[in-house]
């Protein structure tokens, strides 16, 4: 079997670092990777990780062997592909880098890195997350790099100082064994995987948003059988939403790693505005089917073929490497090729429905703002709590029936009905502050008030309690127009029939999506760092 001659990865300890090496023929190509990534920074530092990661390699301009570097949710990796000699002068310019970092050239990446975002499309991976996780861990990916705005030459040695350490580090080559190859790197701990918490939702339900087609995302324990289950998922949706009734360009699924134990499985599919409920419907359908018979055996060998043609690929390795380096740093067993492959030829129908019966159940299905559900059944996502925090109310300028409530734990605002958004003070994930008064905070949780001064009676007492309870170190300054630029001036004195009152909805919490919308986007802007 072609496989047989397959590089086997090897496990070295270079000075306390745990370093894959395989013989794989061609150039070497090495990777030195840390345990830190974007769900491991808080909020207001977000982007920290991404910003050491250029200013490491910022100092190396134009080299005549390729690298480069990246950050995902839990890693930050440096990769090269040269000759062994560049490979090693690689290493030394990066683990002394790091322990000195560039401070005349942070504004500088800081420019570079707001550059690159503009330039990225999310995908529909990153949208769902905050919805699970609030704006706190594994939901940060879905926010702006908001570190960016501010961070210091002095916060971001900080952050490299603790987290870039010999303790916390892994790395793999891809040929031969490097004589001499030094990681030379401060002492440390590794850092912990991320805390997968979940916000307290009804699942499955029903999330609607500014995005076009339809998408079902789901976590679950890491398993061979889930990673199947998603394949054949695809396989079986293209054909019906394409290949049968046409409703759909194109189906895709992705199942991606958490802290290692968890995954985020996602599937998607593209559709006309008109048809956006019957594909999702369709999606829904093929998933329920597939999660209670399970696949038939054709599927299942198609799975097994599909592995072994990727096996039988001697570069294949490098991804293996790569994926035993990012479990070494989560502290969970690799899942090798070998392994994989001994997992797939066991996989039972059963067990493969079993997996995506239990992602299933964990489902937010997104579909676009006011298209009608696939599933009458599910619960809607909650955007509004059922009461407000104690305190002052603040009734809105305009006669909506809304207040605004500054307390001593926190801050509300609430519909006529008394359904609220409340943002404890100790739990503001991030502030940004306007000069004109505006303050846009959110919490943990990823709820998000927007204060706009001239929407409400008593401003002054709002802002004096926000600027009061708000952790300083948590409010940014804001450099884009202020969302407040265009609201107009409210009546003299508020009344029902006003004659804005025919425009009240636009502050109404029951319009919990607009305002969430309103403030995304403020967010969204806050600003180029400069
Ligand atoms: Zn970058």
């Not at 793999?172 to 401060?186: C, F, M, N, R, S």
């Not at 293209?238 to 802290?259: C, K, M, P, W």
Request: with cysteine; charged share 20%.
């Amino acid at each position: 079997m072609s496989t047989a001659t397959r590089p086997a990865p090897k496990r070295w300890n270079l000075g306390g670092v745990p370093v894959f090496q395989a013989e794989v023929p061609g150039r070497v190509r090495a990777a030195l990777e840390f345990r830190v990534g974007t769900a491991d920074e808080p909020l207001h530092m977000s982007g920290v990780t991404h910003l050491i990661e250029h200013l490491t390699l910022s100092g190396l301009g134009t080299q005549p062997y390729d690298y480069n570097g990246y950050v995902d949710q839990t890693h930050c990796a440096f990769l090269v592909s040269g000759t062994v000699d560049q490979v090693k002068e690689f290493f030394v310019h990066v683990c002394g880098a790091l322990q000195a970092l560039p401070k005349d050239r942070v504004a500088t990446e800081r420019r570079v890195i707001e550059t690159e975002a503009a330039g990225h499309h999310q995908s529909s991976f990153r949208d769902s997350m905050s919805l699970r996780y609030g704006a706190n861990g594994f939901g940060t990916t879905d926010y702006r790099q908001i570190g960016l705005l501010w961070l210091t030459p002095e916060a971001v040695q900080d952050w490299a100082t603790r987290h870039f350490t010999s303790g916390n580090a892994t790395a793999w080559v891809a040929g031969p064994v490097i004589p001499g190859l030094k990681i030379d790197l401060p002492p440390g701990g590794r850092l912990a995987p991320p805390v997968v918490t979940p916000k307290n939702l009804r699942l499955p339900c029903l999330y609607e948003d500014m995005t076009q087609g339809a998408a079902v995302s789901m976590v679950s324990a890491r398993s061979t059988a889930l990673w199947a289950g998603m394949a054949i998922l695809e396989r079986r949706a293209i054909q019906r939403l394409r290949f049968n009734e046409g409703i759909s360009y194109g189906v895709q699924t992705a199942v991606h790693d958490l802290d290692g134990r968890m995954v985020h499985a996602l599937a998607s599919t593209d559709a006309m505005v008109e048809q956006v409920t019957q594909a999702a419907s369709a999606l829904l359908d093929v998933a329920d089917v597939l999660s209670l018979t399970g696949p038939d055996a054709a599927e299942l060998q198609f799975i097994a073929s599909a592995l072994e043609e990727a096996m039988s690929d001697p570069q294949a390795v490098v991804g293996e490497m790569q994926g035993m380096a990012d479990s070494e740093l989560l502290g969970v067993e690799p899942s090798t090729l070998d392994k994989k492959r001994v997992e797939v030829a066991a996989l039972t129908p059963s067990a493969v429905a079993a997996a995506l019966k239990a992602a299933l159940d964990t489902a937010i299905v997104i579909i676009p703002q006011g298209a009608k559900s696939p599933r009458p059944h599910l619960a809607p996502y909650p955007t509004v709590e059922a009461r407000p925090l104690r305190g002052t109310g603040n009734p809105n300028a305009f006669g909506s029936g809304e207040q605004l409530i500054v307390g001593p734990s926190g801050i509300s605002v609430c519909d006529a009905d008394r359904r609220a958004s409340n943002i404890l003070w100790q739990e503001i994930a991030v502030g940004a502050r306007w000069d004109d008064g505006t303050r846009m905070l959110i919490g943990r949780d990823g709820t998000e008030i927007l204060f706009r001064p001239r929407a409400w009676r008593n401003p002054e007492v709002i802002l004096a309690a926000i600027d009061a309870n708000a952790p300083a170190d948590r409010v940014v300054e804001a450099d884009v127009p202020s969302p407040s630029g265009d609201l107009p001036k409210p009546p003299r004195i508020g009344r029902r029939g006003s004659v804005f009152a025919g425009r009240a909805p636009i502050f109404m919490m029951a319009a919990g999506a607009l305002l969430a919308a309103v403030a995304g986007a403020a967010l969204f802007m806050i600003s180029r760092a400069h």
